[in-house]
């Protein structure tokens, strides 16, 4: 199983909603991270958890808060978002510093939200 | 600090001819380089990777790609484009093997013209 599985495929919420975005992955990585991809741009990092602890936060706005509940799980928690928070959320996993692992990192289909 | 270049946002070559998509990295220590592909409304696909060894990599889909450190270059190929290969490619770099951040070009839009 090669899959990081990412619901809801698509997501549209208001300015005053809270909504969630899940992520899991079962190929036993412990690296696990939230890319935000806007139109004709590459992802831009937002959060990355090594062994189920945030050790990456790009500055990101207060109103997207990151959870790692366990190995396989992220979650991306959403309030109060603004109409230019619309974008496609990919999440990806990866190994650590193990032997034999290179380090790629494995992405989902994404999350399109859209903020109205 | 790593960093990639990649040269032309949009490529555009006919069906059956080569295709050359170009990469250029900034690293002060030697790099891991990767190539994504994005398909319209999908995530990114792991194409090929170089991390050491051998310079000349084999991926997916019959493309490959050579790492040269004297030109600290890194450009993807494919000896005859096929309709399926129209995507969005992205050149990545990092240069620990840890939980450092992996640094994304700014893509190049890959047309086939039939």
């Known amino acids: 199983d090669t899959e990081v599985t990412q619901t809801p495929k698509h997501l549209v919420m208001g300015m005053t909603n809270k909504k969630s975005l899940k992520c899991e992955q079962h190929m036993g990585h412990r690296a696990m991270y939230w890319y935000k991809q806007k139109a004709k741009k590459p992802p831009e990092l937002m959060f990355v958890y090594s062994y189920e602890k945030l050790s990456i936060n790009e500055s990101v706005p207060s109103r997207f808060s990151p959870e790692c509940p366990n190995s396989s799980l992220l979650n991306l928690h959403l309030h109060a978002l603004q109409p230019e928070d619309s974008a496609l959320y990919l999440c990806?996993?990866?190994?650590?510093?193990?032997?034999?692992?290179?380090?790629?990192?494995?992405f989902g289909e994404g999350s399109r939200l859209t903020v109205l | 600090a790593q960093s990639v270049t990649q040269l032309g946002s949009h490529v555009s070559v006919s069906e059956g001819a080569l295709v050359l998509l170009r990469c250029n990295y900034s690293s002060s220590v030697p790099p891991y380089l990767f190539w994504y592909v994005q398909y319209p409304n999908q995530g990114l696909q792991l194409l090929l990777k170089?991390?050491?060894?051998?310079?000349l990599v084999k991926g997916i889909n019959g493309f490959e790609a050579e790492f040269k450190k004297s030109e600290t270059s890194f450009h993807l190929t494919k000896p005859s484009a096929h309709m399926s290969d129209a995507a969005e490619y992205f050149c990545?770099?990092?240069?620990?093997?840890?939980?450092?951040?992996?640094?994304f070009g700014t893509g190049t839009r890959l047309t086939i013209i039939p």
């Open positions: 990806a996993s990866s190994q650590l510093k193990v032997a034999g692992h290179t380090g790629e990192l494995f």
């Open positions: 170089y991390t050491t060894g051998a310079t």
């Open positions: 990545a770099v990092r240069v620990n093997f840890g939980n450092e951040k992996l640094t």
